[in-house]
């Protein structure tokens, strides 16, 4: 660093430390505002359908997703 320079710090806010890295990468797919299915999810997660749902019932049980529905007709949003 030379004198000229100006270093700045910026704090990282993790909204869900409690998500295994499998977890963050559905977070991502997830929607706040719409309810998306599973079909609607699969397409875009680096996972199998099964392990996606999975995943996904693991973060509802963490709290973090809200799941609506039942069998085929459950949508997920984040809480």
């Not at 409690?18 to 505002?33: A, P, Q």
């Amino acid at each position: 660093m030379s004198e000229n320079t100006i270093k700045i710090v910026l704090p990282v806010f993790e909204k869900n430390p409690n998500l295994t890295e499998d977890e963050r990468k559905i977070y991502k797919i997830l929607s706040k505002t719409m309810h998306k299915s599973i079909s609607e999810i699969a397409p875009y997660a680096p996972f199998g359908k099964s392990k996606t749902t999975q995943l996904l019932k693991e973060m509802g049980k963490k709290g973090v997703v809200k799941m609506e529905g039942r069998g085929r007709g459950t949508k997920y949003v984040i809480k």
